[in-house]
């Protein structure tokens, strides 16, 4: 039996080498898209056997084509040199080329339809090329709105929810014969290096995990390990997955449970500091992390654990999480006396 050929898009990230590793453990040869070869992410995911390509969504012939006849030869010219935009044309249909399944992991934006545009090309270059079956990871918010008590559409993290509601519907209605959609909660990875400094500043700096939940807000928790063995359970088994939308945490805890399990793991003073209403509303209007707090304090509500057991595949708790990840634990509050 010919080996099964997976593209990865965006493969260094949190989930991306989660799923590249659980594709390589099943006999999957990984076409992985990485930003930059030579970083230690994407050599660590060649020792593993992936084939890395070099490149963006960006740096796609057809992005060149988005230019407006008014872009001015100058601006196209800079933007050629670019290496990260349009630099390293083709990378996109090199990588994909060859492939029987496609596993879409793009960034959100907050502002403009750049996943859209992205997503529409990814999936026309899928079709045009055979491949057979795509996961898209979303997140487990998207199309909920009308179960969600604090949707707000002027929440300045609502157009990133937006953007990925319009990519579900372009990947189902993409004519690739299998589609399944991810809608992953909060990841486990969100409250360590490197995504913690951005997201919770002070939390690294002095141990203090200053939030907009409230101290009783549930959190579903997922391991990205668990997207993983996800994403290769449905790439074989595409009749039983296909058409499947999958909302997925392992381990729901309150705020206060997290941080306590957080101090327990790191063996640190860690507390939560909760800011009051009216430093949330300031903050909203131009910190989307924050904003996408306020839109996350019902979101436990969004999964049903016990429906995502019925699939057969073992969730990870936080605490098992944090001890087969103690070095990063150590090191994301090693600054902590």
């Known amino acids: 039996m010919a080996s099964r050929k997976a593209l990865v898009i965006r493969a260094t990230g949190t989930q991306g080498t989660a799923v590249t590793r659980h594709l390589l453990q099943n006999n999957f040869i990984i076409h992985a898209l990485v930003r930059d070869k030579t970083e230690d992410r994407a050599?660590?995911?060649?020792?593993l056997g992936a084939i890395l390509f070099e490149g963006t969504l960006n740096d796609s012939q057809s992005m060149m084509q988005t230019?407006?006849?008014?872009?001015?030869?100058?601006?196209?010219?800079?933007?050629?040199?670019?290496?990260?935009?349009?630099?390293n044309t083709g990378a996109l249909e090199a990588a994909i080329e060859g492939c029987d399944s496609l596993y879409l992991n793009l960034m959100p934006s907050f502002s403009n339809d750049s996943e859209t545009e992205s997503a529409k090309f990814v999936l026309a270059a899928a079709k045009s090329t055979g491949v057979e079956h795509v996961i898209y990871s979303s997140a487990v918010s998207v199309g909920r709105s009308r179960d969600n008590p604090q949707w707000d559409e002027d929440n300045i993290a609502a157009g990133a929810h937006a953007g990925k509601e319009v990519v579900e519907e372009l990947v189902r209605s993409a004519g690739i014969p299998y589609y399944t959609i991810l809608k992953p909660g909060v990841f486990m990875t969100n409250f360590f290096l490197p995504g913690a400094p951005f997201m919770f500043a002070e939390l690294g700096s002095t141990g203090e995990f200053v939030t907009s939940y409230n101290p009783e807000t549930v959190l579903p928790l997922i391991d990205p390990n668990d997207i993983g063995a996800f994403?290769?359970?449905?790439?074989?088994?595409?009749?039983?997955?296909?058409?499947?939308?999958?909302?997925?945490?392992?381990?729901?805890?309150?705020?206060?449970?997290?941080?306590?399990?957080?101090?327990?793991?790191?063996g640190k003073n860690i507390k939560g500091v909760y800011r009051s209403k009216e430093e949330t509303e300031a903050l909203a209007k131009v910190n989307p992390f924050v904003a996408g707090q306020i839109l996350s304090l019902a979101i436990n509500r969004l999964v049903n654990i016990e429906e995502v057991k019925t699939w057969g595949i073992p969730l990870g708790s936080f605490e098992?999480?944090?001890?087969?990840?103690?070095?990063?634990?150590?090191k994301s509050f090693e600054a902590l006396s």
């Open 67 to 87: 230019l407006s006849l008014e872009e001015s030869t100058s601006q196209i010219a800079a933007l050629q040199a670019e290496k990260s935009t349009i630099g």
């Open 320 to 330: 098992a999480f944090m001890k087969r990840e103690k070095n990063l634990v150590d």
């Open 43 to 47: 050599l660590a995911l060649q020792a």
């Open 231 to 266: 994403a290769a359970a449905a790439f074989l088994d595409p009749v039983r997955f296909g058409g499947q939308e999958i909302p997925l945490a392992g381990d729901p805890l309150t705020v206060e449970e997290l941080v306590q399990a957080i101090a327990n793991a790191s």
